[in-house]
């Protein structure tokens, strides 16, 4: 079983590593599915809108909603995220890899891309996810003690990306 995560400080800090580390691993040639996060600011408002690409091509959906700069809590849409993850099911049969950008509070209940997390596992294609400090202990509960924290460098992260999806790094 081959299930890594990274976790590093700073909001979007992960969003933004995981992006590029997709974009190199699919330029090398290994097959993704998954996940990256483009957070973006729009002026005038305090909270960025999130925007979710579905790996390798597509499509780009819209995950937050706009409640307005008052609103408080959750603005996740959690129906535009299981969407997503229809749409990356779809394409595991054919992957090395699945990259999903964030375990988050869907994924510490079980839902969102956690029962596309283990089926990955149990079919023999790792994972390589990206938690925050916060949702942290729950991603400990679910991997079991059993993922292996990466490095914030990008070149060691797409190294393991390679070795553990078929392809030997350069």
């Known amino acids: 079983m081959h299930l890594a995560y990274i976790s590093l ?9 995981l992006a590029v ?4 691993a699919l330029a090398v040639g290994l097959r993704l599915a998954g996940t990256v996060q483009v957070n973006i ?5 305090i909270k960025c ?6 790996l390798p091509d597509g499509p780009v959906l819209r995950i ?36 999903v950008n964030k375990f988050g509070k869907q994924e510490a209940e079980g ?21 925050n400090g916060l949702n942290l202990p729950a991603f400990q509960e679910f991997s079991d003690g059993l993922a292996t924290p990466l490095p914030a460098d990008e070149a060691l992260v797409l190294d393991w ?7 030997h790094p350069a």
């Open 9 to 17: 400080p700073g909001r979007g800090a992960n969003d933004r590593f």
């Open 111 to 131: 839902r969102g891309f956690a029962p596309l997390i283990a089926e990955a596992l149990s079919r023999g294609i790792p994972v390589l996810v990206g938690v």
């Open 161 to 167: 990306c390679q070795e553990v999806g078929g392809l």
């Open 49 to 54: 809108d999130m925007d979710l690409r579905v």
């Open 21 to 24: 580390v997709a974009e190199q």
């Open 64 to 99: 937050s909603e706009d409640r307005g700069n008052g609103a408080r809590g959750c603005r996740l849409d959690a129906g535009v995220l299981e969407a997503a993850v229809v749409g990356v099911t779809a394409a595991l049969p054919t992957t090395d890899l699945l990259l």
């Open 41 to 45: 600011q729009r002026e005038g408002r």
